[in-house]
Structures are given as C-alpha cells and as structure tokens.
T-cell receptor, first 112, second 116 residues
Framework: QQQVKQSPQSLIVQKGGISIINCAYENTAFDYFPWYQQFPGKGPALLIAIRPDVSEKKEGRFTISFNKSAKQFSLHIMDSQPGDSATYFCAAGISGTYKYIFGTGTRLKVLA | KAGVTQTPRYLIKTRGQQVTLSCSPISGHRSVSWYQQTPGQGLQFLFEYFSETQRNKGNFPGRFSGRQFSNSRSEMNVSTLELGDSALYLC???????????????FGPGTRLTVL
C-alpha cells in the first residue's frame, strides 16, 4: 500500500514534443504529490507539486494532472527541450510528515 | 540563500567499517530527512529529524542511525558496512512549519558511498 508505481521507465521524445510520465498510488492517506527532476551527479530538484483538492496544476511548461478516484497523477512536459533530459521522479506524502514514497523514476531523453 | 550541503561528496569504505555522513540544511530549515538512492531500489526514506528528535523512520536495519544537532545540522551513521550499502545518500531539508500544508523538501547533492 505504500508503493508508488511510475511509468514508463524510459522515454525518448523529439524536441518540441510532449513528454508524459504517469504514476499511481494506493494509500488514500497520501495528500501531497511532488515531482522531482534529477540530473546526473545532482540531488533531486522540486519541479512542481499538487494536492488532491485540484485536478490540474500548471507551472510554465510543466503540468500535473491528478485523478483522485483513479489514484493516478501524471506529469506533462510541453514543448520538450534537450535541456529537459533528466530523470524524473514522482512521489507521494502525507501533510505534516516528510516521509515521501518515491516512484522508480523515468529517464527522459529529448532529441535535438 | 545557500542550498543543502552534504559532506563528504564521495567516500570509499570496506565491509565491516562504519561511516558518518554530514548534512547542513538550508538556513532557517529545521527538518532534515535522509534518503538512500540505488539503481535497483530507487529513493528510499531512511529517517527524519526535527528539533533534535527523530520524527519518522523508514524500513532500514538498526545499523543505520542518525542525529540532529541544535543548529539543525544532521549526521547519519552506518555501522558494519555491507556491500549493499553502496548508494547515493541524500539529505533533504524543510522549514517544517506549523502549517501542515507545507511539505516542500529541498535536496542536497548527496554523498556517494562505495563499499568494497
């Protein structure tokens, strides 16, 4: 029940295309869903996060879609750029705690 | 504002030894969490410290321990190292405000531990 399942494991997208990464969870106590971006040799950096009271949140080219009934959420990267090539992690947590459960990561490569 | 600092960045140890890793959170942040990152298991939560007290703990053996000092700096210790402990150890900090709606954590660059 503590797992967060992330797919796909890897993704190749053409420059200007849309990258879509999906995550699913089981524990309905989760109420905070962040996405992190990690470049080689660096720690994960917070990209965008969402709570279950909204179905979508957009920040620049990054959008999170959230489906509470299906217990799924996804990251959309619009107009993908080569600089977006990195590993993306979804995570789930409970407000007031800092024990995040992370997905297994998606390695994104954007071709120039 | 300076980010999360972790020292050392790289460490090589042999089986059976022990190791101590250090983390300095962002100034003003009082919560420090530790994660282990491996290719096979991904990012796994170790523990969280706030006000020098462990608040949450993951599913790791007792060989993994930590502590937090009054200035919010934190250390984690791994005793009797095993080959499987080779990993990137990440520290994350947060202000841990009274407002429970705030959950953002900011990660440091990590310490790469290699156990031979």
């Amino acid at each position: 029940q503590q797992q967060v399942k992330q797919s796909p494991q890897s993704l190749i997208v053409q420059k200007g295309g849309i990258s879509i990464i999906n995550c699913a969870y089981e524990n309905t106590a989760f109420d905070y869903f962040p996405w992190y971006q990690q470049f080689p040799g660096k720690g994960p950096a917070l990209l965008i996060a969402i709570r279950p009271d909204v179905s979508e949140k957009k920040e620049g080219r990054f959008t999170i879609s959230f489906n509470k009934s299906a217990k799924q959420f996804s990251l959309h990267i619009m107009d993908s750029q080569p600089g977006d090539s990195a590993t993306y992690f979804c995570a789930a947590g409970i407000s007031g705690t800092y024990k995040y459960i992370f997905g297994t990561g998606t390695r994104l490569k954007v071709l120039a | 504002k300076a980010g999360v600092t972790q020292t050392p960045r790289y460490l090589i140890k042999t089986r059976g030894q022990q190791v101590t890793l250090s983390c300095s959170p962002i100034s003003g942040h009082r919560s420090v969490s530790w994660y282990q990152q491996t290719p096979g298991q991904g990012l796994q939560f170790l523990f969280e410290y706030f006000s020098e007290t462990q608040r949450n703990k993951g599913n790791f053996p007792g060989r993994f321990s930590g502590r937090q000092f009054s200035n919010s700096r934190s250390e984690m210790n791994v005793s009797t190292l095993e080959l499987g402990d080779s990993a990137l150890y990440l520290c994350a900090s947060s202000p841990r405000l009274a407002d429970r709606s705030y959950n953002e954590q900011f990660f440091g660059p990590g310490t790469r531990l290699t156990v031979l």
